[in-house]
Structure formats: C-alpha cells, structure tokens
C-alpha cells in the first residue's frame, strides 16, 4: 500500500489497562498488522458507562469530554470492546444535545469509532490472520457489539483462519452473560442465574476455551466457570487472533 | 392493584431460588422465541410493517385529542357511549354503576390488562359482584387468586401438574378418576364450567386491542374466542381500555395486526380478531344490548410529549419480556406490579412513581434484547435510562452506590492520579491474587457468586510506557 498509514488511537479501556494488559498489545499488534500506526493517547481513563448507565449524566458528560479531547485529531479510535466502542459511537452525541460545539466534536468522534475485530474486517479489509490456537472455541457475542454495532460474522471469520482451531458455538450464544456493569453486583441473584445459564451452556460444548470481544463479560464468565471449577480457559479473542496466548488465561495463574 | 415493586430485590431473590417457577419459565424461551423468529423471518416486509406500524402510533399520539374526540363521535353515533375516566377510581366506578344500573349479579370477562391495572375484580366483588375470567390462562390464576406474571400469558408461571390439581380441587362436580394430565383435557374442563357462566351473565367486559377512530369500533384478537362469547352473549357489553389504544383507522389496524401476532406467538394472524362497533342493531342476529366504553387515562396523557412518549407506541404483544433474560430468570410476579418485563419496567414508574418503582428500570444490563424485538420499535433501554437519571437526579438512588459512583468518577476525571493508583493497584492486586479471589473487601455482591480474575500484573499503561517512547501527548 503506498497511502499513508492511518493514525490510530487505541482506546485501551478501563479493564484491559488494569486487568488484561495483554488485549491492549494484541489490539495494537493486530492493528498494526492491518497497517496502522497505533498511539495511546495518555490522558484517556474511562468510555464512562457506569457513570452513564448509573443515570449519571453530569459525570458521563465530563468524562465523555475528555474522551473526546484525548482523540481529536486520529484518522480513527479503535476500543477492543463493543461497549466502550458502542459508547463512543452511539451515546456521546446524545450527551451533548444542548452544546452544540462539544455534539459536533463528539459526532466527529464517533464516525471514526470502531470496535476493534470489526474495524479490522470491515475498515481494513482483513481476511484472515497469522496465529495458532490448537483446540475448540465456543464464542460469546457480547450484547452492546451484537446489537448496537452488529457484531457477529467478524470475529467468527478471522477465528476460521486460525491454525488449529474449531469453533463450537454454544445454545443461546446472543443471550447475555448477566455482567451489566453494575448490575452485577446490584442484582447479584438475577445476574448470578444468567450467568450461570451462561456456564451452562459454555460446558456443554465441551469446548477448550471461551471467547469474547468485552472484557466486562469474560470477568464475569470466568468469574463463574473458575468458581465451578470448570475446566474452560477464558481469553479476549484478540489474544487467539494476534497470537498472543503465552499468558495465563483469565483468572488463571502461571502456577495454574 | 397493589404494588410490591419497592421489594423486587426481595422478590427476585426468592423467584430464582424457585425450582417449580424455574420449569415453567423455560417454556416461556421454548414456546415464544423460536417461533418469533420464524414468523419474522418469513415475511420479507416484515421490518418495513414495524417502520410502519411504529409510524402510524407515533401520528396518532402527535394528534391523539383528535383522534379521542372523533372515536366517541363514532361511538355514540353507533348507540354506544364512552365513559372518560382520568383514574383507575373513576374507572371502577363507571364500570360498577353501569353493572349496577342493569341489576347485574354476575360478569364474564375477557382477558384485560387494563382490568388489572385498575383491579376490577376486587372491586366488584367487594361490591357483591362476582367476575368470571373466560380466557383459560385468566381463569386459572383466578381460581388460585393470583395475578398475571405475564401480559399475554397470564398463567405462564405455572407448571400443568399446578393446574391439573386446582381443577381437581375446585371443579368437585367432575368424577374424581377422571384423566386430566393432557393440556386438552384441562381446556375441555375448563370450556365445560364456563359455557353456562356465558349465559348467566348480565354484563361481558373485555379489553381492547385497538379503538379504531374511523368507525368507533373495538378490537380484541384472542385465541380461544372467550372473548367473542363474552362480549356478544350477555345483554351489555364493556369495554375497558386506556386510551393510547386509538388509531385511526381500519387500514391502521391491519397494518399494526400483521406484527402483533407475529410478534406475540409466532403466528401470522390470532385465531379470532373480531371487531365491535356499537350495540346491536334492529337488523343484527345477536349482540348486546348495550355498548360501553370506559376509557382510561391513569397518568398516560402525562406522557405525552416527554421523553416517556413512545411508550404509548406498545401494543401489549409480550415479545420484549419473551426474550429478556432478567424476565426469564424471575417471571413476571416478582415485579411487583401489573405489567412485568421491560415495558414494564418503563411503563409501570409512569403509573405509580418511580419512587415506588424504582428497581424496574434498573434491574437490567441494557442488554437490548427487548428492543432488538419491540415491533413498535421502542427504545426501552434508553428510557430505562432515562428513570436512572431522574431517580439520580432527585437522590433516590441508594447512598452506598452513589458514594462509590462519585469517587470512581473522581478519579475518571483525573487521568494522572487515575493511572498512579491503578498503577499501584493491579501489580498489588496480581500479588495477592494468583489469578483469582474467592473473596473480596468491598466485593461481596461480585464474589457471592463468582470469583474475581485478578490483574495480570502491571497495567497496559505502564507496560506500554516502558515498551514505547514517542506517544504524541
Ligand atoms: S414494548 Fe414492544 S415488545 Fe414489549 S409489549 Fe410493547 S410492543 Fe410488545
């Protein structure tokens, strides 16, 4: 390709930067792949959801705004999470529907938003990766990628180019884990039956491990296989898809 | 009817732990979704009727005085009479003064939410009345004394065997040996008992599915055609419903009825959908003498023109609460009030205060299931959103959750001090952890459940820092 390539900044997230630091490099080494020069901007925190979703709108605007501020001026911002992208690109500009200056800038923002596994097929153009995974995968389709961004064939079509993998979907794969931010531990009975459904439903496929593209949910999934004592190991798919699997999966120690 | 949607927590919790609620809630993923699917599926317009559908509501509730003000004009011209009631009180009393005008000892009725909402049968019995419920699912929990768990399948929380000995208990007539494990035994009983309450009844009430302002008629859809026989058999007929139910006209109807059904049951039309425009004429066959309709408001005029408006698109179909997985783990009783399920949870603060009501619209994880289905296209995540933000704004949101909330949000405010403690926080945490806690301070709702991955180590951040120079900023 002679064009330039386009900047990007990563939006890390929250919960990679403090608890799976290994998304953030397999996010910026797959981008990077696909062509891109990848930046993190320092001064970015939070998408700010659980402000947000607490009903919390003085919060999640000022949040949103240093968002905003922190990603002027990439060509785009890729999250390797369809919440945090879903944020960005569907709710920001509905948080600044009496300043019309910050709407601009935020609207601005979110036509260059993408979740990372979809920009990378539907931006870039990928068709398939270098990365070997042996095993079977059964894969989650987190609820705001599913259905505010329409995220479902992408990740499955990079898995199938991964060496040695097969993919076993489990029974009701759409159907959400029971995370919900907050409402986990706001509704801890509630939120402890769906993902118990979940687990369910992960361990009759028999598969060797489970992925999905939200941080939020694999917590939350491995949380309750680990606590069954199941055998399943728990990834981000951008682990699998970048091949950067030497860690211990989620909620797993080196000592095992 | 009374509420207990302040205990939902409560409630929740001792509907998941209900082995017996859990057997016929399955049935409700079982029976709806597929079928849904299958419907939506086979009709290529099928997401152009919601477009359309969800059009033709939003231009009537733009309009909906005038459309109001044409319906009664219809109905009157057509001999029947509109009763406006602004509350469910108003509602009760118009109905049990027409009851009593006519000397009425017994009623048969319809399935009706709005008969629910306003607890009708309470009041009429209370007042020497005795109500019979004609749809099946109706009957039974009236025999139990229960309410609805669920707008279209109103005895969905029960399993067969709960039923088969209700009607082994209460229908003593029947020889006791007699077989009655079958679904369609139990129809054909209940059928039995009901054919002569039909025709001992002076006053039939049913909901309605449309008021249609054109012609002033109603419209119910059913699937065992009770309603038919109740509206058409006693000498008057009432019709209880609240007023978003208007549209404009005929055309209107048939439009909205090819994604109700589909919606609903998966099926391409209900088994009977029949219309009922005033009494009976000197040319009719049959029909009531007498046709009322007590038309309620009950705080939905208040919606109007706020952010709760569309809303008062929903028609009642039950798709957002078939697919809810919160739904699915604790069934519609644990809501606390007459709608359950999403529209519930954005309706039901509407009627009775978000202070009341305050659980609904935030026991869910924005999953956006129920809107992915809503045939009238409702946004109901972004109004549960919208309760959040009011119960914030007016400081009724729990103190604990709003403490740690604020001091989260400090620091997501503040990028460097931000990263400094996270900083400190996961290589501590990884420490501690290896790989996982069982157990947590501050955690206890998370680690009840399940255990918490502990941090891998350092954060991306500083990871990141120590691999790369040259960031821009
Ligand atoms: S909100 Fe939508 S899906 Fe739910 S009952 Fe109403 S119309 Fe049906």
Redesign the pocket.
Same mark, same amino acid.
Do not use: K, Q, T
């Given at each position: 390709m002679s064009e330039k390539p386009p900047r990007v900044g990563l939006f890390v997230t929250c919960l990679v930067d403090l608890f799976r630091p290994t998304v953030g490099f397999a996010a910026a080494k797959l981008l990077e792949d696909a062509g891109c020069t990848v930046e993190v901007p320092r001064t970015q925190t939070c998408c700010g959801q659980p402000a947000y979703n607490s009903g919390d709108r003085g919060d999640a605007r000022s949040i949103a705004a240093r968002t905003v501020e922190a990603f002027e001026g990439y060509d785009y911002v890729v999250a390797p999470s369809g919440s945090c992208a879903a944020m960005l690109r569907e709710h920001y500009p509905a948080l600044f529907t009496d300043d019309p200056g910050m709407a601009a800038k935020a609207a601005k923002l979110a036509g260059r938003t993408y979740e990372l596994v979809s920009f990378l097929t539907d931006v870039r153009g990928v068709t398939g990766v270098e990365a070997r995974f042996p095993g079977s995968v059964t894969y989650h389709d987190s609820c705001s990628g599913l259905r505010e961004l329409g995220i479902k064939h992408q990740p499955r079509a990079l898995l199938a180019t991964v060496d040695g993998l097969t993919l076993a979907e489990h029974a009701d794969a759409e159907v959400c884990c029971g995370f919900g931010g907050t409402f986990c531990v706001k509704y801890p009975d509630i939120s402890n039956t769906m993902v118990s459904e979940k687990a369910d439903a992960v361990e009759s496929t028999g598969a060797d491990t489970l992925l999905a593209g939200d941080l939020g949910c694999l917590l939350n999934m491995a949380g309750k296989l680990k606590r069954r004592g199941a055998k399943t190991s728990i990834r981000h798919v951008a682990e699998v898809l970048a091949g950067m699997t030497e860690q211990p999966a989620i909620g797993e120690s080196a000592e095992g | 009817m009374e509420s207990s949607a302040r205990a939902f927590k409560e409630n929740a919790r001792a509907a998941v732990a209900d082995p017996q609620l859990k057997r016929a809630l399955s049935h409700v993923k079982e029976g709806f979704i597929g079928k849904r699917a299958k419907a939506a599926a086979k009709l290529p317009e099928f997401e152009v009727l919601r477009d359309a559908a969800r059009d033709i509501k939003n231009h009537t509730l733009d309009h909906l005085d005038l459309y109001l003000e044409h319906y009664e004009r219809k109905v009157t011209e057509t001999g029947g009479q509109v009763h406006w009631c602004p509350t469910a009180e108003d509602a009760r009393r118009a109905v049990l003064e027409i009851c009593r005008a006519v000397g009425a000892r017994t009623v048969t009725k319809g399935k009706s939410m709005i008969a629910e909402e306003i607890a009708l049968n309470d009041h009429l019995e209370a007042n020497g009345i005795t109500p019979v419920e004609t749809d099946l699912g109706e009957y039974i929990i009236q025999l139990r004394g229960e309410t609805p768990s669920h707008?279209i399948a109103p005895a969905v929380h029960l399993t067969k065997d709960l039923v088969e000995a209700d009607f082994r208990a209460h229908h003593t007539a029947f020889p006791p040996e007699r077989p009655l494990s079958e679904p369609r035994q139990l129809v054909n009983e209940a059928r039995e008992v009901l054919r002569g309450k039909y025709l001992a009844a002076d006053v039939g009430i049913t909901g309605a599915n449309f008021l249609v302002a054109e012609t002033g008629t109603s419209v119910i859809v059913t699937n065992e055609g009770n309603g038919d026989l109740t509206q058409v058999l006693p000498r008057v007929h009432i019709v209880v419903a609240s007023l978003e139910k208007v549209v404009p006209t005929l055309e209107d109807v048939s439009t909205i009825l090819r994604v109700l059904a589909r919606? !609903?049951t998966g099926q391409e039309c209900s088994t009977y959908t029949t219309f009922s425009t005033g009494p009976r004429r000197a040319e009719d066959p049959d029909g009531p003498d007498q046709y009322h309709v007590v038309l309620l408001d009950n705080g939905r005029s208040s919606m109007l023109g706020g952010e709760f408006q569309d809303?008062l @698109?929903?028609? @009642?179909?039950? !798709?957002?609460?078939?697919?809810c997985p919160v739904y699915h783990a604790i069934g519609g009783h644990a809501y606390g009030w007459v709608y359950p399920?999403?529209?519930g949870a954005?309706l039901t603060p509407n009627l009775i205060g978000i202070e009341e009501a305050g659980h609904l619209p935030s026991a869910s994880t924005f999953c956006g299931r129920?809107e992915s289905?809503?045939?009238?296209?409702?946004p109901?995540p972004k109004m549960m959103r919208h309760w959040r933000e009011r119960e914030f704004e007016r400081h009724l949101s729990p103190a604990g959750a709003r403490a740690g909330l604020a001091l989260w949000a400090f620091f997501a405010k503040r990028p460097s001090l931000y990263h400094f403690v996270t900083g400190m926080a996961a290589p501590l945490l990884a420490a501690l952890g290896r790989g996982r806690f069982r157990r947590l301070p501050l955690a206890g709702g998370w680690t009840a459940h399940r255990d918490m991955p502990a941090p891998e180590g350092r954060t991306f951040r500083q990871l990141w820092a120590g691999r790369r120079q040259g960031e821009s900023r």
């Open positions: - | 707008i919606s !609903a809303m @698109r929903c028609i @009642r179909c039950g !798709a957002c609460m078939n697919h399920g999403p529209m954005v129920c289905v809503c045939p009238m296209r409702i109901l």
